[in-house]
């Protein structure tokens, strides 16, 4: 999995396949996005192509993040194989996700 | 200010070894006994106390085998063996191929000193001794020969110990012959296949009993593998064993189970899960699912395999969740096949997936009268998965039928029974690979 991020408050974007070995980069990410201010979070996964039950559990852990630091996470237009797994998973009634 | 200015030199005599060092078994052999006492006097100046003495090279092999020595000192000139044949001998045996030889020479030849190392020693000593010299390298082989059986005894005490909880794990699931009459006596036939990816898994799966026309069956994948989801597969199968009142009502049973694991599961943790009462008596399965893979049915063996809709929560999210039961016909001739994600999301030689789709494409291909373990194996083929394929993620799955030929008529949609029933009893009850 790769992470995606400029410097100007962009989305960030997530492409590959987010599975258990991407823990670590994606905790720097989670606590780096969430000490910077600002309002809510957009991460585009349109270019991610795969998710396993690990990757879910770490968008949970971001969910969680957002909330302690009262802010909005956004994840965008989930695509293949992650779209199928929001829809299984209903994760798609946890998070706000755009289309 | 440089530090040389302050305090005296440091040599090696001056360093206090611990007794990890000191405590270390030595043999010293030597044919002459003034080389040995000036090497035994050096290292019982450093206070090492466990030596002991070999006065040639026979004497030297007789003496590592019931010594055990942690390090040995050879001399390479010896009348009988020199110090490089017993070198070779030693390390042919599996229980010295490690343990740290110096030979001590008087050569300065770089060719030489070449062939000791390939001969196996592991460092070499210059004769006359020099007792600086001769502690210092004491000391680094014996610190690292120290460290290597730690790390050995460690590795040894984890791979026990998780054998112990595969074996604990194991032992959860179906009993394969006991499962294999059960579900004969009912007309029905099960196989099953459960490989986790390391030697634990968070896969689990297992059969309730309810009455005399129903039994339950599930399947739980916790995230992640190893021992942390490990662990908490033996939590779920207690909370299960817990509520035997729910085991008749897939949907209480499962919001019962997701109120429970929020409390227990750690943010980001969670199971999917899928709860199936087979009602052979009324021909229908009811089932609830907690974010579960969709289970594949073929209602009859003349109908089409397809998709359940599973959808949901997963276990271990959000509190409050209802989960709700669903309900699809079973006739005879219907086949169920539940599996964990590692199944579709295996990535085969090609780095492709199979996908649910695909899954229920290769069921359809499937040639008649398979036998539940032959589905498997036929799945696992067009899954890419073979017995030695090693799992990226745990991975289970378990094919249930009722296929049994009739006693005497053809099957209830006029059809011939295509496989002979002789042949089906005794087999095909058969557990899958484990």
Avoid at chain 2, 312 to 337: C, D, H, M, N, W
């Amino acid at each position: 999995m790769q992470i995606h991020m400029d410097n100007a408050g962009g989305p960030i974007a997530m492409s590959g396949e987010f599975t258990f070995s991407d823990h670590v980069p994606f905790k720097q990410m989670v606590t780096e996005i969430f000490a910077a201010p600002g309002r809510s979070v957009v991460i585009d996964l349109s270019k991610l192509d795969f998710i396993d039950s690990a990757g879910l559990g770490m968008l949970l852990l971001a969910r969680d993040e957002a909330k302690k630091n009262h802010r909005e996470l956004i994840l965008r237009r989930p695509s293949g194989q992650v779209k199928r797994m929001f829809a299984v998973t209903k994760f798609n009634t946890l998070f706000t996700v755009e289309e | 200010m440089p530090l040389s200015a302050q305090g005296g030199e440091v040599t090696s005599e001056d360093r206090i070894l611990s007794d990890d060092i000191t405590g270390a078994k030595i043999l010293i052999a030597d044919d002459d006994p003034l080389c040995r006492q000036l090497v035994a006097g050096v290292l019982r100046q450093q206070k090492f106390t466990r030596l002991e003495f070999a006065d040639g090279g026979r004497s030297a092999l007789e003496q590592v085998r019931s010594f055990r020595p942690d390090l040995i000192l050879l001399d390479m000139q010896m009348p009988d063996l020199n110090g490089l044949d017993v070198c070779g001998q030693l390390r042919a045996d599996p229980d010295f191929a490690d343990v740290p030889i110096l030979l001590q020479t008087a050569t300065v030849d770089r060719k030489k000193m070449g062939e000791l190392f390939c001969g196996g020693a592991s460092d070499f000593l210059s004769k006359p001794v020099n007792p600086s010299e001769l502690i210092a390298r004491v000391v680094a082989h014996i610190e690292r020969w120290n460290s290597l059986r730690e790390l050995r005894f460690y590795r040894e005490r984890i791979s026990r110990e998780l054998e112990a909880a595969r074996r604990m794990q194991f032992e959860l699931l179906p009993e394969p012959a006991a499962l294999q009459e059960a579900a004969h006596a009912l007309g029905l036939r099960i196989a099953s296949y459960n490989r986790p990816s390391s030697e634990l898994g968070g896969d689990l799966w297992g059969v309730l009993p309810i009455d005399d026309g129903s039994f339950g069956i599930f399947l739980a994948d916790f995230t992640g593998h190893g021992v942390n989801a490990a662990l908490n597969t033996f939590r779920l199968h207690a909370l299960i064993h817990e509520y035997k009142e729910l085991h008749g009502d897939p949907g209480a049973l499962v919001s019962m189970l997701n109120e429970r694991l929020v409390r227990l599961l750690r943010i980001g943790q969670f199971a999917t899960f899928l709860y199936v009462v087979v009602d052979h008596q009324k021909g229908e399965i009811r089932f609830a699912s907690a974010g579960a893979p969709p289970a594949i049915l073929v209602q009859g063996t003349a109908a089409r395999a397809r998709l359940c809709d599973t959808s949901s929560l997963p276990l271990g999210i959000e509190r409050g969740v209802q989960y709700l039961t669903s309900k699809r016909r079973f006739p005879a001739g219907s086949l169920l096949l539940l599996f964990s994600d590692g199944l579709p999301e295996f990535p085969n030689a090609k780095g492709r997936r199979i996908g649910d789709k695909g899954l229920v494409t290769a069921l359809n291909a499937c040639p008649a009268g398979l036998t539940p373990k032959e589905v498997i194996d036929q799945l696992c083929a067009a899954a890419g998965i073979t017995a030695t394929s090693p799992l990226p993620d745990d991975t289970t799955i378990v094919c249930l039928d009722r296929r049994i030929a009739p006693r005497a008529t053809p099957c209830d949609d006029g059809r011939a029974v295509r496989t002979p029933a002789a042949k089906q009893v005794p087999t095909n009850l058969s557990n899958g690979a484990q």
